[in-house]
């Protein structure tokens, strides 16, 4: 893997991730879980250590690096704790990825460094209570007003919209009365109109923050109309692709944490006088949970090396993301096997990859969905 | 103001060991590898230094040529430019052969100050800094926790047995750091892109002779399992009389 995917530069990268995650992120993620605290002083350390904005253009402030760099650090951070690297992913690629692919030269000036630098945070809002798989289906409104669009409606779901400094949203776009289809705005957190609502209670992320927004005649300028409304929705989705990328390397780092958390304590733990490795049951759920993560990595970097290449990867983006979630899940699952009763208690950390693990196979697509990609991508090649 | 750091690399602390099948190095084809932590505290204190003062930071490695990835880490740190004495068998030489090499480069530059490890973590034979001091006529302070500068002078705290002691001298100097003195930055990622930039001198080595040679290598001897004495008040007599007795550490 280490030759095939990654450069000097990777490697460094790698090195300085896993040690910041080690000794900064690790210590603190239980507790955090506990109180379903944000991470507030890791996002600032984040930001000096660059990591706002790995893939971004040097130009707009980023670091300039490739998506396999981005997946790597990704992976890394979830090893210690999901909810502060879902808070870097949606920061990267449902905040700031989608103006750097589809912003006009104003917006990527006025907004890219902000966000790459970790100034700002970002936020993408495309969820609605009626409109979730079925994205289409946006009930929001953007009513054209002169140089302005009027924005009424709601988004639910929204990751980091609490301590966010933009937030990118779907709108239908409404001209003289007709819809003109699906856009995007990118609307600062301080608008008029925009109310965000308390932080959700969830099963797992507890740490990352999850928001209801509201707009009640919400004002917007037409200069943050993000991508051109007549190029159509589909064509702005296809910015999303890289965050599919990014839930599977979360999908690995979540996989790999707890697994590695299970191979100590198999060396550690005995049973019928032999640490427990020694049972066939035992070796063989970490053989297949090793197997599993190296071949959801192998996925996950495929995709990214492929897009750095300038490929269309919403295939490949697909298989990653279902994969790698569903690695998860099984992983964590097994985890906990493997620690018996202390892997049910908080104190040995595997309940919690666990209970971060299933939002994997539900935001940002869910593994029904990305079947539906897939399906529809590998039939273009018979029909 | 110039100051030269000496960077080793050096297995991870954390890796596990294993005596290769000569029986008298380290297998290093599995382990990862790491800048000594050490030489870490010395990279940071020289970028300290830089930001104050001014100046320019030369790392100094002689190692395989694979020690290009420490400079590398050392460069995205902030470290300005390295030089590389390349030494495929430099695991085989002994302390004095390795400082003369090392020596014999800094040398030929202009310095203010040279900076390392108190120790390398793999051979743990604290004699480099001092040894180059030697060779270079220089004053030395070793194990330096605290560091301060002042014109020409520099002033130094050293732990020592139940205390501290404060040591100066003049620069030119060399001056090896122990824990505690600095915490190491993280290379941040623009600094990692830009190390990319920055050249890396390498240095075919001239035969130095090596005096003193690893006859073997064995593993620590297996931890004894501990021992009940037995429980209460009562076992405290037989327990007094093992720690006298046996451990001696009473
Ligand atoms: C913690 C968390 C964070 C999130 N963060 C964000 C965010 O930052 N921004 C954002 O916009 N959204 C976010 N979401 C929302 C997330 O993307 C949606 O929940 C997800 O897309 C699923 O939509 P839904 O909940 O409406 O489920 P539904 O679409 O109602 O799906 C219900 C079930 O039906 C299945 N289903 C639906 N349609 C089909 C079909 N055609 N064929 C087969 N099965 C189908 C689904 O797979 C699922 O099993 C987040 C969600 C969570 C839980």
């Known amino acids: 893997m280490d030759s095939l995917f990654f450069n000097d530069e990777h490697r460094m990268l790698i090195d300085m991730v896993k040690d910041f995650a080690a000794s900064e992120v690790a210590p603190v993620a239980r507790e955090m879980d506990a109180e379903s605290r944000f991470p507030k002083e890791l996002v600032n350390q984040m930001a000096e250590l660059g990591l706002m904005g790995i893939p971004v253009p040097e130009e707009y402030g980023g670091a300039g690096m490739d998506t396999v760099a981005y997946a790597a650090a990704i992976i890394e951070i979830a090893k210690a704790d999901a909810s502060v690297a879902i808070t870097l992913a949606a920061h990267t690629s449902l905040g700031t990825m989608p103006i750097v692919i589809a912003g006009t030269e104003e917006q990527k000036q006025e907004f890219v460094p902000k966000l790459a630098s970790g100034e700002i945070l970002g936020a993408f809002g495309l969820t609605e209570p009626g409109a979730g798989s079925d994205a289409g289906a946006t009930k929001t409104k953007a009513v054209k007003d002169g140089n302005e669009y009027i924005i009424n409606g709601g988004k639910i779901f929204i990751t980091n919209a609490g301590h966010a400094g933009i937030l990118n949203i779907t709108t239908q776009i409404i001209e003289n009365g007709e819809i003109k289809g699906i856009g995007a705005f990118i609307v600062p957190t301080n608008t008029a109109g925009l109310k965000i609502g308390p932080p959700e209670k969830k099963m797992g992320w507890k740490a990352s923050d999850t928001r209801q927004l509201y707009f009640e005649d919400m004002r917007v300028p037409a200069a943050n109309l993000l991508g051109n409304p007549a190029g159509g929705f589909k064509t702005f989705m296809k910015t999303l692709i890289g965050g599919r990328i990014s839930i599977g390397a979360l999908g690995v780092g979540t996989a790999e944490g707890a697994y590695l958390k299970a191979l100590q304590y198999s060396t550690e733990r005995e049973a019928f006088g032999k640490p427990i490795h020694k049972f066939q049951g035992v070796g063989f759920k970490l053989a297949d949970m090793a ?87 590998i039939l273009k090649s018979v029909q | 103001m110039n100051i030269i750091v000496l960077v080793k690399q050096v297995p991870d602390t954390e890796a596990k060991i294993r005596i290769s099948d000569d029986g008298k190095h380290i297998d290093e084809s599995s382990i990862k590898l790491v800048v000594n932590p050490y030489d870490e505290y010395a990279i940071e204190a020289a970028l300290q230094l830089k930001e104050t003062h001014g100046g320019e930071i030369t790392l100094v490695s002689l190692g395989p040529a694979g020690a290009v990835t420490a400079l590398r880490t050392g460069l995205a740190m902030g470290a300005d430019k390295a030089v590389l004495i390349k030494a495929d068998d430099s695991r085989f030489m002994d302390s004095q052969t390795v400082a003369n090499h090392l020596s014999k480069v800094i040398k030929e530059r202009e310095f203010d100050l040279i900076l390392g490890g108190k120790k390398a973590v793999d051979t743990d034979a604290q004699q480099v800094g001092s040894l180059i001091a030697m060779d270079l006529n220089l004053p030395i302070i070793t194990a330096i926790v605290e560091l301060d500068l002042n014109g020409n002078q520099v002033s130094a705290v050293r732990e020592v047995e139940g205390g501290a002691e404060t040591v100066t001298c003049q620069l030119p100097a060399v001056l090896t750091c122990e824990k505690g003195l600095n915490e190491p930055r993280y290379p941040n990622l623009r600094g990692i892109m830009m190390a990319k930039k920055k050249t890396i001198e390498e240095k075919e080595i001239s035969d130095g002779g090596i005096a003193v040679e690893i006859v073997s290598m064995e593993y620590p001897p297996q931890k004894a399992e501990g021992q009940i004495v037995g429980e209460g008040p009562d076992a405290v007599p037989e327990l007094v009389r093992l720690l006298r007795e046996e451990a001696k550490v009473i």
């Open chain 1, 291 to 377: 197997t599993e993560i190296e071949a959801a990595k192998l996925l996950v970097f495929h995709a990214a090396w492929l897009k750095d290449q300038g490929q269309d990867v919403t295939k490949e983006a697909a298989m990653a993301k279902l994969y790698a979630s569903e690695v998860a899940m099984q992983t964590t699952t097994n985890a906990i096997q493997v620690l018996g009763g202390y892997g049910y208690v908080k104190e040995y950390d595997v309940e919690r990859y666990f209970r971060d693990a299933k939002v994997l196979e539900i935001g940002e697509g869910t593994s029904e969905v990305q079947r539906m990609i897939i399906a529809k991508e």
